[in-house]
């Protein structure tokens, strides 16, 4: 995939989700965007105790040494940069993952509402049929929440809900992660060892 990939992480609970997707896609020499929202930001440090610096450049600069990038593989732009290649679709440059989605970026992203940054790259992916993929993670989802994610549905983003299954047999929170990040990588067709495939596991075992 020779496109970047971004990644809007939102205030939703999930944070760990949309590190383990960048980590895996850096592995693969993909090149990340990051829009952060500022509830993100707070999700971050309360879940991960991961405080990130508050302005975008700053923030491309941690976690190009959080990850231990090379340079100018991860970008960060801000919620109020319009400026950004995301903003267009003249310059959009590859698929959005929202990751973690919250219900109210759900709302918007439904209804067209482009008030910031990750709703208007949401919006430029739907009118310009690319990837868009949004992993929702509340319960229980109420009439206006799954109404929400069929309107998105039937525009043709993917509803990805942040619901790891246990067939696996997972030992630990980490495995979880992992479960939900080769589900996306697998939509973006990108090559993942972090899950086989269902029926792999057994054939390995009968061997």
């Known amino acids: 995939m020779s496109e970047r990939v971004l990644i809007a992480v939102t205030g939703a609970?999930?944070?760990a989700y949309a590190l383990g997707l960048a980590?895996?896609?850096l592995?693969?020499?993909v090149g990340v965007d990051f829009i952060i929202s500022k509830a993100a930001l707070l999700v971050l440090a309360t879940e991960t105790e991961l405080t990130l610096p508050p302005k975008p450049r700053a923030q491309a600069g941690f976690l190009t040494d959080y990850f231990s990038a090379t340079e100018?593989?991860?970008r960060v732009f801000g919620r109020e940069d319009w400026m950004a290649p995301w903003a267009s679709g003249s310059g959009q440059p590859g698929p959005v993952v929202i990751c973690p989605c919250s219900t109210g970026t759900l709302s918007a992203v439904a209804t067209?509402?482009?008030n910031n940054l990750i709703e208007r790259a949401a919006d430029v992916a739907l009118k310009?049929?690319?990837q868009l993929i949004l992993v929702p993670r509340e319960t229980p989802y109420s009439?206006?929440?799954?109404?929400?994610?069929l309107t998105l549905t039937r525009m043709g983003a993917v509803i990805l809900p942040a619901s790891p299954g246990f067939?696996?047999?997972p030992q630990s929170i980490d495995d979880l992660v992992k479960f939900i990040v080769a589900r996306i990588l697998n939509q973006l067709k990108l090559p993942q060892t972090l899950m086989p495939g269902w029926g792999e596991q057994a054939e390995t075992s009968n061997d």
């Open 13 to 15: 609970s999930g944070s």
């Open 23 to 25: 980590r895996a896609l």
């Open 27 to 29: 592995a693969q020499q």
């Open 72 to 74: 100018g593989q991860i």
């Open 112 to 114: 067209g509402a482009s």
């Open 128 to 130: 310009e049929r690319r």
């Open 143 to 149: 009439e206006v929440h799954l109404n929400n994610m």
């Open 167 to 169: 067939y696996h047999s």
